[in-house]
């Protein structure tokens, strides 16, 4: 609309009207002039993991950082709130969030100056192809500015208020290389095109903005706030997950991926990243069962017809689903509840081909088997640990017993498949854990960093290094694996 000005339109023409000049060269001694405030700015109090939102007016529309105290504020003309804090607090140097422009307020002339760089690299960090292939072959500490040492990578993240359930998901995706040198570049993903009026992008470029900031070597604090990264998930999921209400990690973890397929434009047939790094294939033989209060000869007619043989379908996964063992009622003589243990295997003969499991829906009742086709790169186990009725969720504490390295999942392939001579061994990255009652519980994380080898513990803020051992007696929740590559499983076969 011609007649219109936007609110960032009348900020610049206020902005740039009383400084006029009659040289060239002028123009250039303007913008670069010396500011005598950059000793002022307190960079332990800056913050961009929040949203970009002026303070006062809530808007996002040309937000600025005040650099003293690491407020946001709105425009830069003289009737702004940038403006009116600079002068009524003497605050003066300010950074546009979006143009990543440095201003001397209210004297409003642009900074130039190289020690600023840091700043602007904490707001926007980015990464070379260079820096992106080594982040795997060295495991060197950083300090950040605030004085703490940490990994890049295996960075805390803030639990707002019940958000684990999402920081532990977030977490453990940003450890598989393939996603996370994805989305460390954003030319990867930025000329992606979206119909119009489609939101669910945002969750692409939040959770790019979150992988750089995990990864950062150059952070001011040694966490990070997912806080942009949580409002995009409620405004996406329609308030399916919230930040102020516990979740599931698991359903967190299939909406999610699901959701990041569909927005970097996946489809069933056109992959993306994510199906790249996680999808498989298995065969699923189906058998509908007769009533099983049918007299016996009624059963045995109703299993010759075609309806009750066998069907064998083709499906894809991004995760297996493993069921417990039902958990045991009886106490021992100490009037303690044993808690019982099932090696991984056992779990795993779910998907062996001849293992038959009954699943009953509100009409009818089927045997399923289920057989391997195709294993992905990386390879996502969610164990079942919690069943709902509908009254209560209960939990099955059983301890899952696994090798953190060297499993072998041969023997869950077809023939066919097994021939393809592509390894089919795996070790773990990462092991979401549940502690404490099914919905008043805590969620934490085992991770291991690829450059050093060594396994930490993370739960929100808190960072520990771990040892592997350790790991096997926890209550896990959701695994991901990694296949070797065939290098790889040479160098280790004595593990």
């Not at 009533?291 to 009624?298: F, K, N, Q, V």
Request: glycine letters at 4%; one cysteine or more; charged letters at 25%.
């Amino acid at each position: 609309m011609a007649g219109v000005k936007r609110e960032r339109d009348i900020d610049e023409d206020e902005e740039e009207a009383p400084v006029k000049f009659s040289r060239p060269q002028d123009v250039e001694d303007h913008r670069s002039r010396h500011c005598p405030y950059l000793d002022t700015i307190n960079r332990s109090v800056l913050d961009f993991d929040f949203e970009k939102l002026c303070s006062i007016s809530l808007s996002h529309i040309n937000v600025y950082a005040c650099l003293i105290c690491g407020k946001y504020f709105q425009g830069r003309g003289q009737k702004s709130h940038a403006y009116t804090h600079s002068v009524q607090f003497s605050h003066h140097v300010f950074l546009n969030l979006h143009t990543l422009k440095f201003y001397c307020l209210p004297d409003n002339y642009e900074i130039i100056d190289s020690s600023l760089e840091d700043i602007t690299y904490v707001l926007k960090p980015t990464f070379t192809k260079q820096h992106i292939a080594n982040l795997d072959k060295q495991g060197k500490l950083y300090r950040a500015y605030d004085g703490t040492t940490y990994l890049p990578g295996i960075v805390g993240l803030n639990n707002i208020k019940a958000n684990d359930y999402a920081n532990v998901v977030l977490q453990a995706l940003s450890n598989v290389p393939p996603l996370r040198n994805y989305f460390l570049e954003e030319e990867n993903y930025r000329d992606i095109r979206r119909p119009p009026g489609d939101i669910m992008f945002l969750l692409v470029q939040r959770f790019g903005e979150l992988m750089r900031k995990l990864w950062n070597p150059r952070n001011f604090k040694a966490h990070v706030s997912p806080h942009e990264m949580l409002q995009a998930v409620v405004l996406c999921s329609r308030k399916t997950f919230q930040i102020t209400k516990q979740g599931d990690a698991v359903d967190f973890l299939c909406w999610f991926l699901n959701a990041l397929h569909g927005a970097l434009g996946g489809t069933k047939k056109k992959p993306s990243i994510i199906t790249e790094a996680f999808q498989g294939s298995m065969r699923i033989f189906s058998k509908k069962l007769p009533h099983p209060d049918l007299p016996a000869e009624e059963k045995e007619a109703l299993l010759l017809k075609e309806e009750y043989q066998e069907v064998m379908s083709e499906s894809t996964f991004l995760y297996l689903t493993l069921d417990l063992p039902t958990a045991p009622l009886y106490k021992d003589e100490k009037e303690q509840l044993i808690i019982p243990q099932v090696p991984l295997f056992n779990i795993l003969a779910k998907f062996n081909g001849i293992t038959e499991k009954e699943y009953k829906t509100y009409k009818e009742n089927f045997l399923k088997r289920f057989q391997l086709t195709k294993l992905p790169p990386y390879l996502i186990f969610c164990i079942k640990r919690f069943t709902k009725n509908n009254f209560f969720v209960e939990k099955n504490p059983t301890i899952v017993n696994f090798p953190i390295t060297n499993v072998d999942l041969r023997d869950y392939l077809t023939e066919e498949a097994q021939a393809s001579g592509i390894d089919t061994t795996y070790d773990l990255v990462a092991n979401v854990v549940h502690d404490g009652k099914p919905s008043e519980g805590a969620y934490r994380i085992h991770v291991l960093h690829h450059g050093t080898g060594k396994w930490y513990e993370l739960q929100d803020l808190q960072v520990i290094d771990i040892l592997p051992q350790m790991i096997t007696l926890s209550e896990a929740y959701i695994q991901i694996w990694k296949r070797r590559e065939s290098e790889e499983s040479n160098s280790h076969t004595g593990a």
